[in-house]
């Protein structure tokens, strides 16, 4: 079992719907999660972090937690092709500070 | 403000060849975190320095090596590459504590032929 496992994608979506991410992390001693971007050749870019149960939201972006069912997720409303990119789910132990990532979900918003 | 920079931005080297990657983090943060990224999938943790000791090491062979620098800077060498090292290489920097993300580099993407 992966310790980070997301979507397999690839997640096609219109323009203005509402995107949805899902990620799932196997270390119920995690403690940190993070949401990144990812544009085709270029670096990781955080857009949220969620480090407590419910939800965190951020202008488009809602990040939600469930510690219990160990699960995370990313909701993007009002979805824009400019969206159209890799997203990565980051998990931290806190007692190690590295970041585990799942291998990325594409989504892709449709005009 | 200037972010974290990483250098150089693009690399070949030959099978055998050893290479050093370098980086430098966000001013006031104090440590440094390397991360490999293969094509189609996410980064993998090799390295965390903090006030120029080892913190982490992620499951990669001997032959890679980092170190962090006085002023917060840090080398990731690579020694005997192989194909499989070609990879864009990420540096990360960070607070050490707190509830702070981290902030990724442009990368170094090696290419090993």
């Known amino acids: 079992q992966k310790e980070v496992e997301q979507n397999s994608g690839p997640l096609s979506v219109p323009e203005g719907a509402i995107a949805s991410l899902n990620c799932t992390y196997s270390d119920r001693g995690s403690q940190s999660f993070f949401w990144y971007r990812q544009y085709s050749g270029k670096s990781p870019e955080l857009i949220m972090s969620i480090y407590s149960n419910g939800d965190k939201e951020d202008g488009r972006f809602t990040a939600q937690l469930n510690k219990a069912s160990q699960y995370v997720s990313l909701l993007i409303r009002d979805s824009q092709p400019s969206d159209s990119a890799t997203y990565l789910c980051?998990?931290?132990?806190?007692?190690?500070?590295?970041?585990?990532f799942g291998s990325g979900t594409q989504l892709t918003v449709l005009p | 403000d200037a972010g974290v920079t990483q250098s150089p931005t693009h690399l070949i080297k030959t099978r055998g060849q050893h290479v050093t990657l370098r980086c430098s983090p966000i001013?006031?943060?104090?440590?440094v975190s390397w991360y490999q990224q293969v094509l189609g999938q996410g980064p993998q943790f090799i390295f965390q320095?903090?006030?120029?000791?080892?913190?982490g090491r992620g499951n990669f062979p001997d032959r890679f090596s980092a170190r962090q620098f006085p002023n917060y800077s840090s080398e990731l060498n690579v020694n005997a590459l192989l194909l499989g090292d070609s990879a864009l290489y990420l540096c990360?920097?960070?607070?050490?504590?707190?509830?702070?993300?981290?902030?990724f580099g442009s990368g170094t993407r090696l290419t090993v032929v």
């Open positions: 001013s006031g943060h104090k440590s």
């Open positions: 980051a998990v931290e132990l806190n007692s190690a500070r590295q970041l585990t």
């Open positions: 320095y903090y006030e120029k000791e080892e913190r």
């Open positions: 990360a920097s960070s607070h050490i504590t707190g509830n702070y993300g981290y902030t």
